[in-house]
């Protein structure tokens, strides 16, 4: 009997496994540092002095609370060192932009009550009156401009504006300036006039503002702007 052959061993090798790990993505969040804008300034108003003829300076701030271009009535009152009402008045701002910053002086036209010294003389804003713009009251167009120029022998702060009728019949014009300090707040203004301009005619005007800079800031780092015009 012959016997059984041995068994056979057969060895199979599987394939390696390979094994693929997956990292989460990585999600990189760039935060933009945060924008700063200049802080408005808040209403206040301060007793600055008196004039050459004896009556009180004041200087009114705030900023607009309009939603629009539009008139400020800034209401305030002046107190004596008592407390009493010396006069309630206001200061009327032209072309206001929404949230323009203003600084302005004004004249009160009332002397230091008597028996008063100016040191016990106070004064506050009462209210801030939005007024829409109506009528012939017209924004600036790309044609209008104003330039600070300097200050005159005497020191009143030179303007070089240039002004558009944008009617189409000839008109008069009476524009709005604004003088900016370099935070762009309005810390002076008034009106000036462009007479029997033509339809779509450009003029130059110099304007004399008949005041000199605001104490403590430098001609050269003041900037100005016509903030509109109305037509007659």
């Known amino acids: ?58 200087q009114l701030s705030g900023s607009s609370p309009a939603p629009a271009v539009a008139q400020l009535e800034v209401g305030f009152e002046l107190l004596d060192g008592a407390g009493e009402l010396i006069v309630p008045d206001f200061l009327l701002i032209e072309f206001a932009a929404p949230g323009e910053g203003f600084r302005l002086a004004v004249e009160t036209f009332e002397p230091v009550p008597s028996g008063f010294d100016l040191a016990s003389i106070t004064c506050e804003v009462t209210s801030i009156d939005v007024i829409e713009l109506f009528g012939d009251q017209r924004l600036p167009g790309p044609n209008d401009s104003c330039t600070v120029i300097g200050v005159d022998d005497i020191g009143d702060l030179q303007l070089d504006v240039t002004v558009q009728n944008p009617d189409a019949e000839a008109a008069d014009l009476i524009f709005t300036y604004a003088v900016r300090d370099p935070q762009g707040v309005r810390v002076m203004s008034d009106v000036a006039f462009a007479d029997g301009l033509d339809p779509g005619q450009v003029t130059p005007v110099q304007v004399d503002t008949l005041f000199p800079p605001p104490p403590g800031l430098d001609p050269a780092t003041l900037t100005c702007d016509i903030a509109g015009h109305e037509l007659f």
Do not use: H
């Open 1 to 58: 009997m012959t016997p059984p052959p041995p068994p056979t061993t057969i060895t199979v090798t599987a394939p390696p496994t390979t094994v693929v790990v997956t990292a989460p993505p990585t999600t990189i969040v760039v935060t933009a540092p945060p924008t700063t804008a200049p802080p408005a300034p808040v209403s206040d108003c301060t007793v600055l002095g008196v004039d050459r003829f004896g009556d009180m300076e004041l």
